[in-house]
């Protein structure tokens, strides 16, 4: 039973992949599972310098998720190109998430790592403020997202997937200016931007006040907009949002995504990915169908 698919240029050998910043490089999951197993390793984002991120607690567990306000901590793209020599030695895609704060960091890392050979591909995390522009973020902005993505694309040979924040609202706008703009494929989405208050000190949970929500808590919310979006984009989806069973992804596949990336779930069940997998597997046997058949295959 066959579970490749293609997204823009390249083959994955399944639609399964973990979520960028819930899986660290991918070397902390070895022991879990062979990630040469895996459709494509997702890397945490990277930008052009070191960043160390938000004044703790950084993480709030919540029923049915969490809020995280890592702040993209990363040591820079510098140090960062040896771990991913690393992750030469494995056989899937290497998938490399960055951001920048401007329009200029944002091409010159794109430019480091469309230069490296472990890199199969570009996720571009377009959820930052544009310093440059008042702080605006630049995935809530349709022609922000297009300009974005049309001067990273001109100055890469790579695919470049475009990763959007939720919180933009309309998303199939912002979805139609990332494909118009050279976008191979749209990940679809980033965490829901929330809060917590401990009502005993009357203080946010959060050093950083507010985070971002992720976990099963958010998978209607997140297949609603894959949903949308499928029907106005052509290039492929990869749907990410609350992933913990095989019936979450099924419901994706069938509102339109071509993969999936699982990501709060890595932390409760590090083996999450190889089991999904394999019960992919089963029940595309069992029901005697196929992944593109299944994909988008929502009756109405
Ligand atoms: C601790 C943590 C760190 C994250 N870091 C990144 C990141 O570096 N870049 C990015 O694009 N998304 C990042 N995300 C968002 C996830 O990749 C994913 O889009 C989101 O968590 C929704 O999926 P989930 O509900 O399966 O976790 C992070 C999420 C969490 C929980």
Same mark, same amino acid.
């Given at each position: 039973m066959s579970l490749k698919v293609r997204i823009g240029n390249l083959e994955l050998k399944n639609p399964f992949m973990p979520a960028s910043g819930t899986f660290g490089s991918g070397l902390e999951y070895e022991d879990f599972g062979n990630l040469s197993e895996l459709g494509a390793i997702v890397t945490k984002g990277v930008s052009l310098n070191p960043k160390i991120g938000n004044k703790p607690p950084r993480i709030c567990e919540l029923p049915g998720g969490m809020l995280n306000s890592i702040g993209l901590e990363n040591i820079g793209i510098e140090k960062f190109v040896k771990v991913l020599d690393e992750l030469g030695k494995y056989e899937t895609n290497v998938i490399v998430n960055f951001f920048g704060n401007s329009l200029e960091e944002y091409i010159e890392v794109a430019k480091i790592l469309d230069g490296h050979n472990v890199v199969s591909c570009l996720e571009m995390n377009i959820s930052c403020p544009n310093i440059k522009e008042g702080g605006m973020c630049f995935g809530t902005d349709p022609n922000m997202v297009y300009t974005l993505v049309k001067e990273?694309?001109? *100055? $890469?040979? +790579? %695919?470049?997937?475009? +990763?959007?924040?939720?919180? !933009? =609202? *309309?998303?199939? /706008? $912002?979805? #139609? /200016?990332?494909? %118009?703009?050279?976008?191979? !494929?749209?990940? $679809?989405? *980033?965490?829901?931007?929330?809060?917590?208050? %401990?009502? !005993?000190? +009357? #203080?946010?949970? @959060?050093? *950083?006040?507010? =985070?971002?929500?992720? =976990?099963?808590?958010? +998978?209607?919310?997140? @297949?609603?907009?894959?949903?949308c979006c499928a029907k106005e984009i052509n290039v492929p989806i990869i749907a990410c949002g609350g992933i913990v069973t095989l019936e979450d992804a099924l419901e994706y596949f069938i509102v339109g995504a071509s993969a999936v990336q699982v990501g709060t779930a890595n932390f409760t069940n590090p083996h999450i990915l190889w089991e999904l997998i394999k019960k992919m597997e089963s029940y595309l046997r069992a029901e005697n169908t196929s992944l593109s058949d299944l994909v988008g295959s929502l009756k109405i």
């Open positions: 990273v694309k001109k *100055n $890469i040979q +790579k %695919d470049l997937w475009v +990763k959007l924040t939720p919180n !933009a =609202g *309309n998303l199939i /706008s $912002i979805a #139609r /200016s990332a494909e %118009d703009a050279g976008a191979s !494929a749209i990940v $679809i989405a *980033n965490t829901y931007t929330g809060m917590k208050v %401990d009502v !005993a000190t +009357k #203080r946010p949970v @959060l050093g *950083n006040i507010f =985070g971002g929500y992720s =976990g099963p808590v958010i +998978k209607p919310i997140t @297949l609603y907009h894959v949903f």
